[in-house]
């Protein structure tokens, strides 16, 4: 297996960009494979690229199932083209795959592309889930910050919070409906069910971080009455923490392949 830590540079965000990634083998000899499918990673708020990798079993989850992980950088963008930033949406949507297909060799078709992300970047992969359901065929939210207009009005009342989401949303916290992911899944809901991005979406119980929990259940509550073509949520013990993202990323991964690896794992963590 191979650890890449390269840097890029984006015509569309006007710098060099920092990437790190994960590669399922690296062996010259024997039967090489590309990897099943990539999965973009997309990390939280206050947290760089490399916090992910360096703290939970991704890379190996990802190993023992054959698949590569991009881990994407967009601090403190929400994965927006941002009202007073970057065009980060635009980057990890169309620029990005593209750059590394003439790098690497990762699958570049829909069938095989996943995205997740945790609390900020769980609302960043449910984004480009629902928005771009041409580009994946799943994604994923840990922990995400799913109710984002319940987020950007409590954060009108405090100056602090009103400065983190201020470069992504404007002065104003404007609230488009091209960053409301309740009307993403709705419209997203009426493509036909071969058309739609697969969802997978978990929150540790006691998260009360920014009523994270609150968020993923009003989310939930709403996702169920939707004709989605596969939509699914979990919940167990946990706060937000990389204990739970660990566990999550085990879950994802068997949710993206549509296998019971998750299963068998916690079967061998038990025994």
């Known amino acids: 297996m191979s650890f890449i830590n390269t840097s890029v540079y984006s015509v569309t965000l006007s710098q060099r960009v920092p990437v790190s990634l994960f590669l399922p083998t690296d062996r010259t000899s024997g039967h090489l494979r590309p990897p099943k499918g990539v999965i973009y990673f997309l990390p939280g708020l206050s947290q760089s690229h490399e916090d992910f990798q360096n703290y939970t079993a991704a890379n190996r989850y990802a190993m023992e199932n054959h ?15 941002m009202a007073c930033g970057f065009n980060y949406y635009t980057y990890i949507t169309e620029e990005l795959p593209d750059l590394l297909s003439k790098m690497f060799v990762l699958p570049q078709d829909r069938k095989h592309r996943y995205v997740c992300g945790l609390s900020m970047g769980g ?64 419209d997203m809901s009426k493509l036909p069910p071969e058309e739609q991005c697969r969802i997978f979406v978990c929150c540790g119980k006691q998260d009360n971080n920014h009523f994270i929990y609150k968020q993923n259940k009003n989310f939930h509550n709403f996702a169920i009455n939707l004709n989605l073509a596969e939509y699914k949520y979990m919940e167990w013990d946990g706060v937000h923490d990389f204990s739970f993202w660990d566990r999550a990323m085990m879950h994802s991964v068997a949710f993206f392949l549509k296998s019971h690896y998750d299963e068998k794992k916690l079967k061998l963590w038990r025994d």
């Open 123 to 186: 609302y960043g992969a449910l984004l480009l889930g629902l928005s771009r359901p041409d580009l994946y065929c799943a994604c994923g939210s840990f922990s995400g910050c799913l109710d984002m207009g319940a987020m950007l009005e409590a954060a009108k009342d405090n100056e602090d919070y009103k400065r983190i989401f201020s470069p992504a949303f404007s002065e104003n916290l404007e609230f488009k409906d091209s960053a409301n992911l309740f009307k993403l899944a709705e």
């Open 67 to 81: 698949l590569a992980i991009v881990y994407v950088n967009a601090p403190y963008s929400f994965y927006q083209d």
